[in-house]
């Protein structure tokens, strides 16, 4: 199968930056989507950006222009970084990637999510 493992959560004050990462590792033929969610305490789970085996990207409008997603297909990683946070982003962020195990067979595959705390 396929394992996702995330790094970069913490603790950070308003207006400062973290890098969030997502490395996948396994059965892994091809990664096509990688993507970012996040859910904040009561609320739904969000889509923050995605990113295609082509490089197009998908930022959520609260996001945007704070923070940028890039990927390593070599490396299968992808990576969030994450400028100006603010208090409205605190959230555990899950890494998502729709991967290919064959020609013929994809699956979603989530991370176990890591924590964003931003602080006053």
């Known amino acids: 199968q396929v394992q996702l493992v995330e790094s970069g959560g913490g603790l950070v004050q308003a207006g400062g930056s973290l890098r969030l990462s997502c490395a996948a590792s396994?059965?892994?033929?091809?990664?096509?989507?990688m993507g970012w969610y996040r859910q904040a305490p009561g609320k739904q789970r969000e889509l923050v950006a995605m990113?295609?085996?082509?490089?197009?990207?998908n930022v959520a409008d609260s996001v945007k222009g704070r923070f940028t997603i890039s990927r390593d297909s070599a490396k299968n990683t992808v990576t969030l970084q994450m400028n100006s946070l603010e208090l409205e982003d605190t959230a555990v962020y899950y890494c998502?990637?729709?991967?290919?195990?064959?020609?013929?067979?994809?699956?979603?595959?989530w991370g176990q999510g890591t924590l964003v705390t931003v602080s006053s």
């Open positions: 990113i295609t085996r082509g490089g197009r990207t």
């Open positions: 998502n990637m729709e991967v290919s195990t064959s020609i013929t067979r994809s699956l979603e595959v």
């Open positions: 396994g059965s892994i033929f091809r990664i096509n989507t």
